[in-house]
């Protein structure tokens, strides 16, 4: 079980298996306490994302932040020769807390252990970036700085371009795929109910 999950559920560039890591890597984790910070941070701004999103759009950003996270991971790690696998939802999440302060700058955060500092979510977005380039510029390796960084930016796109680019524009190509499924069940291709 454990090279299954080594192979497939890590994201590593030098890795035989290239594609699906990069999704199924966004549903591990090193531990309990690592999905547990990670799954923390989704739900505290969970319910933003969703109410700006929608459920299906958040699903769709959601999974394909967790590919392009591991995509700008991977590029990092080309370019510097550091194949180390990574894992976990934190590229996915940060998209996720990237949109929510994109969308709403002026909301006020604070740190679970440190209720009594708020801060806004555009300043919180700033030190996450500066935070992560300063950890992809300096090698730190403690997190994934490259697999942020990608995620974030991703986000913050998506929620200023993408939204009405790719969400709002969406309908012929799930046009085609109606067609293409009614076409299969009419030749016989599809199962009947």
Request: net charge positive; aromatic share 14%.
């Amino acid at each position: 079980m454990r090279r299954i999950m080594f192979t497939y559920f890590t994201s590593d560039p030098s890795s035989r298996a290239l594609c699906s890591p990069m999704l199924l890597s966004t549903f591990s984790h090193f531990s309990l306490f690592h999905m547990t910070a990670n799954m923390y941070v989704l739900w505290s701004f969970s319910s933003s994302i969703v109410s700006l999103l929608g459920c299906e759009q958040f699903i769709a950003v959601y999974l394909s932040a967790g590919v392009v996270s591991t995509f700008v991971s991977y590029v990092a790690k080309m370019a510097t020769g550091k194949f180390e696998p990574s894992l976990g939802a934190s590229g996915a999440i940060m998209t996720v807390l990237a949109a929510v302060c994109t969308k709403m700058p002026e909301a006020k955060l604070a740190i679970i252990f440190l209720p009594m500092f708020t801060f806004t979510a555009g300043s919180a977005l700033k030190a996450i970036i500066a935070f992560d380039t300063a950890g992809l510029a300096l090698g730190w390796r403690f997190f994934d700085h490259a697999a942020h960084l990608g995620g974030a930016l991703f986000g913050m796109w998506y929620v200023t371009y993408g939204h009405e680019l790719i969400w709002k524009n969406r309908e012929p190509l799930v046009k085609a795929w109606h067609e293409m499924r009614t076409k299969n069940t009419g030749k016989g291709g599809g199962r009947s109910n």
